[in-house]
């Protein structure tokens, strides 16, 4: 290897600064190392040993991804580097390259050991060091505190909303099940009523085969004026057969799906006892009701704690194929109560989509933050999409929003980390660096965002095949 001249290294930005000892002493240390085009300069894990500094040529700057390899810079300006460039905190951390340097083309670059190069910025600028170590270290630590705080954040606002969620469902079977045992007891009363007035054992049997024959309540929606119309028709039906309180029992046994049809029926098995008949079935009538209502009611809670599940993967392994509309159902689900009713969701899915090889759980923390953010920019009015799609060899997941849109001098700094746009105290700035690490660290994809105002839209690229073992 040959060496740089103090004059050659002055015409580098990060070396121009500097004095002629200074120059002098860089040139007698440092090497200058040629490299082919598609030359490794230095790889990622190795050992952190020497600083690079571009001279000539150029070089792309890579990180390997769970098997694949990010771009992260691609440059020809003479003076940048890379390498062991944190070799000033010594031994404080283990001294690894994070990244991998490759030459795209011939390239020319000046090597500095790194025990050197640290030695120099310790010695040259003592306070530097320091602030530097400082601002590394304290950053660090920063970051942990408030990553974690930002996931209890995260993982307070699911439980306030599945809680909310729960809420309504369990209240209504309470509700039901404390109804049902009077129901219960009024039509064990009325049938013993019927059978103290001297109905037969052949009519009694023939009323209580009558319920199970009965057709089910309308599925359908019926219009208010429909109802209102049944009802009319049944309360006039039961006053001219001598029903009292007729307008009374209309209205449930309307609900129930009983006309003049199954009245007619009610009235032969019945005979000449039809009143306290017809009282005993809307009781009976009344019981399949609230019965019909715990079971929904529990069928909504079952529902919320299978989505869950889904959503925070307890029963799943950490990483396997899954199915991305699943993972978005159930976090769509997890923040229902955050919506709102001026915010319309839509959803477009891809059905050919194939399941997708995740850390399920680390992901639906992606959506939750791209759904939130949303729903800020929104201010509670406006359109949520959530659509999926494949992308060439990746699957596609996009959150769009009607909002306000993200400033054009803002897009290039809303994945850094303690970026925030919201006042202070209301926003941590971490949410969408913890989602970039997350797709990109984590999975090896990729998030990109084009935002103006009313069309904002956050763009997740997974890749769809499992990375190299």
């Known amino acids: 290897m040959s060496t740089a001249s103090p004059e050659e290294l002055r015409r580098l930005f990060l070396f121009e600064d500097l004095d002629e000892e200074k120059l002098g002493w860089l040139s007698q240390y440092g090497t200058v190392g040629e490299y082919p085009a598609d030359g490794v300069v230095c790889a990622q894990g ?3 040993e020497f600083l690079y500094v571009l001279l000539d040529g150029e070089m792309v700057m890579s990180q390997n991804v769970r098997g694949h390899q990010v771009e ?4 020809d300006r003479p003076g940048t580097y890379g390498g062991a460039v944190q ?10 390259y994070q990244h991998t340097l490759r030459a795209t083309r011939p390239a020319r670059v000046f090597v500095l050991p790194a025990r050197k190069f640290a030695m ?3 010695k040259w600028f003592p306070m530097g060091a320091h602030l530097l170590a400082g601002v590394f270290f304290g950053m660090t630590t920063t970051r942990q505190l408030v990553d974690q705080r930002e996931r209890l954040t995260a993982l307070g606002t699911i439980t306030a909303g599945l809680t909310h969620e729960l809420n309504n469902p369990a209240a209504a079977a309470a509700r039901a099940s404390a109804e049902l045992g009077d129901r219960l007891l009024g039509a064990q009363r009325t049938l013993a009523d019927l059978a103290a007035q001297g109905v037969d054992c ?6 209580v085969s009558l319920r199970p024959a009965l057709p089910a309540p309308p599925s359908g929606r019926r219009s208010p004026l429909d109802v209102s119309d049944a009802e009319d028709e049944l309360g006039d039906w039961l006053e001219e057969h001598g029903v009292g309180e007729a307008w009374d029992l209309a209205p449930g046994l309307v609900a129930a799906g009983i006309g003049t049809e199954q009245a007619e029926d009610v009235a032969r098995a019945a005979g000449d006892h039809l009143p306290a008949a017809m009282r005993w079935l809307a009781e009976v009538m009344e019981v399949a009701q609230l019965q019909a209502e715990i079971s929904d009611a529990m069928g909504r809670i079952t529902a919320l704690l299978d989505s869950a599940r889904q959503y925070s993967q307890l029963d799943r392994a950490a990483y396997q194929r899954v199915d991305l509309r699943e993972l978005l159902d159930s976090t769509l689900t997890m923040l229902k109560r955050k919506f709102g009713p001026d915010v319309t969701v839509k959803v477009d899915y891809d059905e050919s989509l194939p399941p997708v090889p995740v850390y399920a759980a680390e992901l639906n923390q992606v959506w939750t933050n791209l759904i ?3 729903l800020q920019a929104m201010q509670g009015e406006g359109t949520l999409t959530v659509r999926t799609a494949r992308e060439n060899d990746h699957a596609l997941v996009e959150i769009g929003d009607t909002g306000v849109g993200i400033p054009e001098e803002d897009r290039d700094r809303i994945f850094t980390p303690f970026f925030t746009t919201k006042p202070v105290g209301q926003g941590t700035g971490l949410g969408l660096d913890i989602s970039w690490r997350i797709v990109v660290g984590r999975h090896g994809g990729a998030i990109k965002v084009d935002s103006l105002p009313g069309d904002t839209r956050f763009q997740v690229l997974l890749p769809l095949t499992e990375p190299d073992a």
């Open 372 to 374: 939130v953010n949303a």
């Open 87 to 96: 070799a000033y905190l010594g031994d404080k951390i283990e001294q690894r």
């Open 72 to 75: 992260i810079n691609r440059t």
């Open 46 to 48: 190795d050992p952190a």
């Open 120 to 122: 120099a910025v310790r």
């Open 202 to 207: 052949t009519h009694l049997s023939a009323l």
